[in-house]
């Protein structure tokens, strides 16, 4: 099955620089890598996904490149700010008829220093 | 709308004592998950329904868990009886597409066994 590895497991920024989070995936079939933001007592929320036709997506300070050769995708945050404090979740599936498993990373827990 | 709802958001019970968890699904959502979230293992799956039918409970645990869905807006997961080492927060999420990509979540039950 597939297997998400996600680095590192806390980030801490100052406000206004950038921060990066980084998954590798196993299942080279898999095409649908989207991101979670999960605030305190909340459940996760879908912030981006991309698909494995695009290289990069990007909405407004955030972006998602994913590199389909080394199985690597990157979620980057710019000009960060204390509301982006959170834990972060990639996850990975393969997006067909019938499909609905998206394996998830362990997390990276996000500090915005003021 | 009201988005996903799970009740209660906070459990404690004694062990061995049975415990049943609620939710709500987004209306016109015809995928419903259940997810359970520790600090070691992460986003686990527990069950998958499409359409009010379970289609993957290899996700529970053992026997103690089963998991409902009586009709499209309700669904409940049942742990009896009750052990320490299933405290956690538990998730439901639904899905409006298929194949299921974007998913729901609520807001998550805290279950503490003691």
């Known amino acids: 099955g597939e297997n998400v590895e996600q680095h590192p497991s806390t980030l801490s920024v100052q406000e206004g620089d950038s921060a990066v989070i980084k998954c590798t995936y196993s299942?080279?079939?898999?095409?649908?890598f989207p991101w979670y933001k999960q605030e305190l007592g909340k459940g996760p929320q879908l912030i981006i996904d991309i698909r494995s036709n695009v290289g990069e997506k990007k909405d407004q300070r955030i972006a998602v490149t994913l590199n389909k050769t080394a199985k690597h995708f990157s979620l980057h945050i710019t000009e960060t700010q204390p509301e982006d404090s959170a834990v972060y979740f990639c996850a990975a599936s393969r997006s067909g008829a019938g499909s609905y498993q998206l394996t998830f990373g362990k997390g990276t827990k996000l500090s915005v220093i003021p | 709308d009201a988005g996903v709802i799970q009740s209660p958001r906070h459990e404690v019970t004694e062990m061995g004592q049975e415990v049943t968890l609620r939710c709500k699904p987004i209306s016109g959502h015809n995928s419903l998950f259940w997810y359970r979230q520790t600090m070691m293992r992460g986003l686990e799956l527990l069950i998958y329904?499409?359409?009010?039918?379970?289609?993957?409970d290899s996700g529970m645990p053992e026997d103690r868990f089963s998991a409902k869905m009586p009709n499209a807006s309700f669904s409940t997961l049942k742990i009896q009886p009750s052990e320490p080492r299933d405290s956690a927060v538990y998730f439901c999420?639904?899905?409006?597409?298929?194949?299921?990509?974007?998913?729901?979540f609520g807001s998550g039950t805290q279950l503490s066994v003691l």
């Open positions: 329904f499409n359409n009010n039918v379970p289609i993957d």
């Open positions: 299942d080279s079939a898999s095409n649908y």
């Open positions: 999420a639904s899905s409006p597409l298929s194949p299921v990509e974007k998913l729901f």
